[in-house]
């Protein structure tokens, strides 16, 4: 159990996740390819024309996804930001750095299918519909964590700042999501529903799951591209990076 | 008597100081010296706890100060660049306030005394913001002659004072040591007050 | 309790020396709200139908421009650090510095609200629950505008981040407060919005002062 417990904080030191992170990364994008391969295959030529959206309704494909995307990694930035707090590890403000661009990439994706599907099927490019306005609000708080992280100079600073402040958004997105719904049915908002396209057909949603997949395995890809970038910024004073063949190169 | 060891301090990716160990008994005084951005202020706001060290640990009558928070906090008096003067109230004012905000009560009468003390009669009505820089720092030693704290710790206190001002807290200075107190000060020039040690960062 | 009563009494005698600072988030409430009907058009229907939103936007606004002020003076002249010198824990003098914040802005806007309604002709019910959302309400933005200006302190551009930041989150206040005049003028009663608002304060009373008080103390690291 000790053992396990020190390779655990040895590997939550900037110095030895830098080169494991690179090992990963291209295992996760190959994963990206395989199920973006497939999820791409299926939500094309498997899953069936929708008998009342026609073949508009693919982008959900995309859509569904990138939502459900831009709400997990909230979560996990959240979660990596609380425990870099409570145990004052490096890596884990890093971490929480790394993500916040792809889970607001996530939430303007969400968006920007959100559109393109709307106008075909509410013939309005913007709707004010619930699941919409809370992925815009979304995004205006992943927008407000990096715009405080870039703000503040001192890296440590901004970390505990920025974890104070995704703490502060992840216990406020359910009231948010809750206080936005209730506000459109009282306004008696649009019944169709992006994720409830009625009978929905079983391969429809083992495309969705194959999409979600290759978002998860490109989200990790990603983070950790950045965060091997962030750690070369933040540490290029030790002796550790000047020692690196790419930084020597 | 307050001790610290193995404190380092790092400000951004520069490493200020290293290893360094500390002791100040009742009635010893601690001169902090060093150039411009050496850490004199970093380490008096390591030591008044209002910010951590990257290694090391300060500790008060034997307890770390983590624990002890606010009773180390009640012993203890810092008084920073910035002297916690409030421009649009009156030196009265700040004064009572300041005292409130420590946790006692100062009745009007020791206020003014006090104020009168050093050199500030018939100022103690008037905005701080019409005082003079010196002026100012006098109001902040007045109170420094209210507040009952075992260690003071000052950063750069002789700022801005006139020859009388700087004698005055001198003397300030050395009445609290020769009671038992402890004080631990960074200054350009030189303390001629007894039972004192010099730190050079 | 005694340092907390200090601060408020404090924070107040200062913003009766800077009434002008008080004074012009006041106007710029009135002035806002007032601009919409100028912008819509004067029919009655109408302005009776966006009157909570507007009122309630005008709030969120007007209190966004105190929150720069709110901890950055104290910042700047050393008080912030005797505050966390101070053997008072932080947290209730923090809680005491947002209730006078509160006093100072959001009680002002309750009193006002009304007189903003009647321009845009609301009945006497709805500014009744106009003033009591608004009670609920601003204190809770009051709340949660503490954490945005602890967090923004001594940072590049704060002033404009802070509203980037608490906007966001204001977001529940404003559907919930303007949500319980409509539903109250729509003759659905206002009793579960109003309940909701409630809800929302109570829990804020309870978190925001602490991650308040987390940010201030990194800010003065």
Known sequence: MSNRLISWFKYASPQSFYPLAGRMIPWFWALTAVFGVIGLWVSFFVAPTDFQQGEGYRIIFIHVPAAWMSMFLYVVMATWAGLGLALNTRLSGMMAQAIAPTGALMAFLSLWTGALWGKPMWGAWWVWDARLTSALILFFLYIGFIALQAAIDDARRADKAGAILALVGVVNVPIIYFSVKWWNTLHQGSTINLAKAPSMATTMLWGMLLMALAFWMYSIAVALTRVRAIILEREAHTEWVKDLNEVKA | ?201 | MNAVLAIIRRDLLLAMRRKSEVLTALFFFIIVASLFPLGIGPESALLRTIAPGVIWVSALLATMLGLARLFAPDHADGTLEQMVLSPTPLGLLVTGKIAAHWITTGLPLVLLAPVLGIQFDLDVGALGVLVVALLLGTPLLSLIGAIGAALTLGVRGGGVLVSLLVLPLYVPALIFGAGAVESHISGLGAGGHLSLLAALLALAVFFAPWATTAALRISLE
């Not at chain 2, 307890?63 to 002297?83: C, I, K, Q, S």
């Not at chain 2, 009572?96 to 420590?102: G, I, M």
């Open chain 2, 1 to 201: 008597m307050l001790t610290a060891t193995g404190l380092s301090c790092v400000r951004g990716e520069r490493r200020l100081f290293a290893g360094l160990d500390l002791a100040v008994g009742p009635g010893e005084w601690l001169h902090v010296q060093g150039e411009n951005g050496a850490g004199k202020t970093s380490l008096l706001r390591i030591l008044a706890t209002l910010s951590p060290p990257a290694e090391g640990e300060v500790r008060w009558q034997g307890e770390p100060v983590t624990v002890l928070a606010e009773d180390y906090r009640r012993a203890m008096l810092f008084l920073g660049h910035h002297g916690a003067v409030k421009e649009e109230l009156t030196p009265l004012e700040n004064l009572t306030l300041a005292a409130q905000l420590d946790g006692t009560t100062l009745d009007e009468a020791n206020a003014l005394s006090a104020l009168m003390r050093f050199g500030l009669r018939g100022r103690e009505d008037l905005a701080v913001r019409f005082l003079s820089a010196g002026q100012k720092r006098r109001v902040l030693l007045a109170r420094l002659a209210v507040r009952k704290a075992t260690l003071w710790i000052l950063d750069e206190p002789f700022t801005a004072l006139d020859v009388k001002a700087v004698d005055m807290l001198s003397g300030l200075i050395e009445s609290h040591l020769a009671a038992g107190g402890m004080a631990i000060l960074t200054s350009h020039q030189s303390m001629p007050l007894p039972n004192g040690r010099i730190l050079s960062l």
